[in-house]
């Protein structure tokens, strides 16, 4: 599985175009239970770019529709792990890390 950058583009202009949408869930993760020293490069970069690429790229295209007509909702799933990492899934609860730090960080953005 793979997040192509086209995919990302199509589907954001997608949510552009259409003011019905006014609710974002960023629900996707992706993961391996493994010793991190044992997983591929190609499995590593792909949970990079499930967990945090596709949901900060999708987070980017709707954020200023939403701003522009005064509503909307963007609701971003971490996971436990993001607090609490365990071995021989270090890599999925970083990245779920980052999901719950960027979600924290974009209210006080726009917070006016």
Do not use: W
Not at 79 to 95: C, K, N, V
């Amino acid at each position: 599985m793979s997040v192509k950058a086209a995919d990302l583009a199509r589907l954001g202009a997608h949510l552009l175009s259409d003011p019905a949408i006014t609710a974002l869930i960023n629900n996707a993760g992706r993961g391996n239970f493994s010793p991190f020293a044992k997983l591929s490069s190609q499995t590593i970069d792909e949970t990079i770019a499930v967990n945090i690429t596709a949901l900060t790229r999708l987070t980017h295209a709707v954020l200023p529709c939403f701003l522009a007509g005064g509503t909307g909702c963007i609701l971003n799933i971490a996971s436990g792990l993001a607090l609490y990492p365990r071995p021989e899934f270090g890599h999925y609860g970083a990245s779920k890390a980052c999901v719950m730090s960027f979600s924290q960080a974009i209210p006080g953005e726009v917070a006016d």
